[in-house]
């Protein structure tokens, strides 16, 4: 199982709001920055969040992301069909000194 | 634009060898790391390897290490994944991405499909 725990799936009505969670510990999240991903069916992912709430160039004010402690969100407003797709969050553990992914959450909207 | 372009996977029997290779455009490639992730079919992501800007800094996965080489050349703005011993749960398909600050990767290839089987 992965290092970092996330729901494996969550739905919501078109427009409505949706938030993931990704939760890790000390060695990871709780020391590091935390960055999501948006992936769509049969493509690369995409970066939507780094270093805890900074959204990229060209990624809508819909999404955020916070922090808190071990744990961190993923928030999407406004939801479309269009935002169907699995989203991870990753980090840096510095315990094991390796990049960890949280196992995917499938986003279903209604 | 700033790309990454994967080539090099295939079909590989259990135990033998494949070199992927990952060329980048649109961007000061000498400047960043660089890492590998893989994703096996219907599975989640799963980070590989990487490498910092001078080739002198070398991270793996315990799945990976002592099997997998990462290298980068910076003068051809490329670099690469050795995979020797080769197993089936190695089959995915391969990611190379770039790192951004704070660990994030900012840049994705298109993938290279790895199939490990007799």
């Known amino acids: 199982q992965s290092v970092l725990t996330q729901p494996p799936s969550v739905s919501a009505a078109p427009g409505q709001k949706v938030t993931i969670s990704c939760s890790g510990d000390?060695?990871?999240?709780?020391?590091?920055?935390v960055s999501w991903y948006e992936q769509l069916p049969g493509t690369a992912p995409r970066l939507l969040i780094y270093?805890?709430?900074k959204r990229p160039s060209g990624i809508p004010d819909r999404f955020s992301g916070s922090k808190s402690g071990t744990s961190a969100t993923l928030g999407i407003t406004g939801l479309q069909t269009g935002d169907e797709a699995d989203y991870y969050c990753g980090t840096w553990d510095t315990t094991l000194s390796v990049v960890v992914f949280g196992g995917g959450t499938k986003l279903t909207v209604l | 634009q700033v790309q990454l372009v994967e080539s090099g996977g295939g079909l590989v029997k259990p135990g033998g060898s494949l070199r992927l290779s990952c060329a980048a455009s649109?961007?000061?490639?000498?400047?960043?790391?660089m890492n590998w992730i893989r994703q096996a079919p219907g599975k989640g992501l799963e980070w590989v390897s990487n490498i910092n800007q001078y080739g002198s800094t070398i991270y793996y996965a315990d799945s990976v290490k002592g099997r997998f080489t990462i290298s980068r050349d910076n003068a051809k703005k490329s670099v690469y994944l050795q995979m020797n011993s080769l197993r089936a749960e190695d089959t995915a398909v391969y990611y190379c991405?770039?790192?951004?600050?704070?660990?994030?990767?900012?840049?994705w290839g298109r993938g290279t499909m790895v199939t490990v089987s007799s």
């Open positions: 000390s060695s990871n999240i709780g020391n590091n920055y």
């Open positions: 991405a770039k790192r951004e600050s704070g660990d994030a990767f900012d840049v």
């Open positions: 270093e805890n709430n």
């Open positions: 649109g961007f000061t490639f000498s400047d960043y790391y």
